[in-house]
């Protein structure tokens, strides 16, 4: 049996035989780093891959809260502390109804990768709770964040496992979250970041992600004599990372035509109205059905009203797609509708959020993939320059930020190249970025010894 199929069956008998998101996020790094461990023997010999794949420490426990009515609710939370060879463990907190142990482990183990692209010596971890933020008041949702901090605050410290933003966790909840720990703790540790600029966070982190995302994408143009001036683009999600996406694309002269939430899809083929975007997913938090009462020229289509719950967004013709609600959004159905209308270009702002087929299906037919590993990697990357801002006492501006996130988006591009080059993978950046996190990961468990 080869170290592939090995490492699924172990994966399968020491996980839930349920985690099918992380077994697909497993299968993807393993099938594509083949051509480092067919170079490299070392990797075989000091049993990397066995090590790799399982999470250092997985931490359960369970929330208790009082609602507005005073009724006591209770959620499940959770903290997959999964490598931290390279440094600390790092990752967002999700907040969301279909969290569980699988979508967290492939989170956690997707974040392993992505922090050794960035160069900066931080591991890989994820946390969250199956709580739903929508409909709660601004109340519950303190208290829901505080009874969460309470329960684990005693495995995290800045120089342990340091927690950051995800999908329902924003700046709000990040304030309550790093209220609790101080309030328990005594101590302004930065054990969090996307925190509000009042509690010590960065300049330009709330756009880090979705700048970052056409920043790696522009390089990527930019090597091809392309540009997206003047490009129609469809985005899908409107949260944090779709919302910056959008504005930096608008920057640079590019037209983006739509925008999905968990309901259904905007498109608007004047070009996203962003100001209209943000006070309605920012401010009011309310459905995009409002988006086209108020822009009459805007089509709104329901997800399950079209093609099994398949993306209505991805039938919209364009030169680039940016994915950027949640995983495996884009599926086989959405990848051949932008395939036939000539996309050139895929470029990941969620965590996996292609599905296996629509990837092969872009592969297939040549469509240049940016994957979400190294993608998306300006937020967390910009989380590390608000954890040296805190613990150095010297704070960045808005520019010095987004420079520095430039030049990181570059570098990961350039390193990814390099690679393509070395293992001679043409245009698979997929492998590119397994590959450079892996070996990344596996050079630093190596120096350590056997622990
Ligand atoms: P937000 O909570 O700000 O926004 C999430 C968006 O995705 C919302 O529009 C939401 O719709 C939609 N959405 C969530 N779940 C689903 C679902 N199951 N089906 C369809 N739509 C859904 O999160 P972010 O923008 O921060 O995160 C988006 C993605 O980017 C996630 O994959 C996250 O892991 C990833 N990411 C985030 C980073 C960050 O810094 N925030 C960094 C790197 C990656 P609705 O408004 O209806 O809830
Ligand atoms: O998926 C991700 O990289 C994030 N949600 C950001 C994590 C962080 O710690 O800033």
Not at 45 to 56: D, G, K, L, M, V
Not at 207 to 214: R, S
Not at 223 to 249: F, M, P, W, Y
Not at 365 to 372: C, E, I, R, S, W
Request: aromatic residues 10%; hydrophobic residues 40%; charged residues 20%.
């Amino acid at each position: 049996m080869d170290y592939i199929e090995k490492a699924m069956q172990r994966a399968k008998a020491i996980n839930c035989p349920n985690d099918t998101t992380f077994f697909q996020a497993l299968r993807e790094v393993l099938v594509s780093i083949k051509p480092l461990i067919d170079k490299h023997p070392n990797y075989t010999r000091h049993n990397i891959i066995e090590r790799i794949i399982s999470p250092n420490r997985e931490i359960r426990f369970k929330i208790e809260w009082l609602d507005d009515k005073n009724e006591i609710q209770v959620n499940n939370g959770y903290r997959i502390q999964f490598n931290n060879a390279l440094g600390p463990y790092k990752g967002g907190v999700r907040f969301h109804p279909t969290v569980n142990p699988d979508i967290l482990k492939f989170l956690a183990f997707e974040q392993i990768f992505k922090n050794a692209l960035t160069g900066l010596h931080i591991g890989g971890a994820k946390g969250g709770s199956d709580f739903d933020p929508k409909g709660k008041s601004d109340n519950e949702i303190m208290k829901f964040c505080q009874a969460f901090m309470s329960s684990f605050y005693n495995s995290i410290g800045s120089d342990i496992d340091i927690l950051g933003g995800d999908i329902g966790v924003g700046e709000r909840e990040v304030g309550y979250l790093f209220g609790q720990y101080k309030q328990l703790t005594n101590s302004y540790d930065s054990i969090i970041t996307s925190k509000p600029l009042s509690l010590g966070g960065s300049l330009g982190r709330t756009e880090a992600t979705g700048y970052g995302l056409i920043y790696f994408t522009q390089k990527l143009l930019e090597d091809r004599q392309e540009t997206l001036k003047g490009k129609i683009c469809t985005i899908s999600g409107s949260g944090n990372v779709a919302i910056h996406a959008i504005e930096k694309l608008y920057d640079l002269g590019a037209i983006p035509v739509t925008c999905s939430d968990s309901r259904g899809s905007i498109h608007d083929s004047n070009g996203i109205d962003l100001a209209l975007l943000k006070k309605i997913k920012l401010e009011r938090r309310a459905s995009l059905e409002y988006y086209a009462l108020e822009r009459k020229n805007a089509v709104y289509v329901k997800h399950e009203a079209y093609k099994n719950g398949s993306n209505y967004v991805w039938q919209i013709p364009c030169f680039a797609a940016f994915p950027c609600a949640t995983q495996n959004e884009l599926d086989a159905i959405g990848a051949q509708a932008l395939i036939d209308n000539d996309v050139k270009l895929v470029s990941e702002g969620a965590n996996m959020p292609s599905t296996p087929e629509a990837i092969e299906l872009f592969v297939e037919n040549g469509v240049l993939f940016a994957p979400a590993k190294a993608a998306n990697a300006g937020g967390v990357a910009v989380s590390v320059l608000e954890m040296g801002q805190n613990n150095s006492l010297n704070y960045l501006t808005f520019e010095e930020v987004d420079q520095r996130l430039q030049q990181i988006m570059s570098d990961i591009y350039l390193h990814m190249k390099k690679t393509c080059d070395e293992y001679e993978l043409g245009i698979d950046l997929i492998a590119a970025a397994n590959i450079l996190g892996f070996k990344r990961v596996a050079d630093a468990m190596i120096a350590q010894g056997v622990l």
